[in-house]
């Protein structure tokens, strides 16, 4: 299963930064596979290797990126089954 982050606004955290917020708290079970950054958004592209724990690995990635204080319309689009949620949809 992958996940892509789209992060809107302005460049407030470096891309690396959010990469490894990503390795150090969900370790050997996601990996960064891609990402990117612009004047008005940051992406990174997360590949989920556990898929019967994927909802909460989901929720895991959303609170890693509300406490880097990303926006709560930080989206995410999920692949297998393909939808999309917005972090405020799965912070706790």
């Known amino acids: 299963m992958y996940v892509d ?5 302005p460049k407030a955290l470096e891309r690396q930064d959010i990469e490894d917020a990503i390795a150090d708290i969900l370790g050997e079970r996601v990996e960064t596979v891609g990402a990117g ?4 958004m940051v992406n990174v592209d997360i590949e989920i290797f556990d898929s019967e724990r994927s909802e909460d690995l989901l929720r895991e990635i959303a609170n890693t990126l509300h406490g880097l204080g990303v926006p709560l319309d930080t989206l ?3 692949t297998d089954p393909d ?5 405020a949809e799965l912070v706790l």
């Open 37 to 40: 950054s612009g004047l008005s």
């Open 83 to 87: 939808r999309q949620m917005t972090i």
């Open 5 to 9: 982050v789209y992060i809107p606004g």
């Open 76 to 78: 995410l689009k999920v």
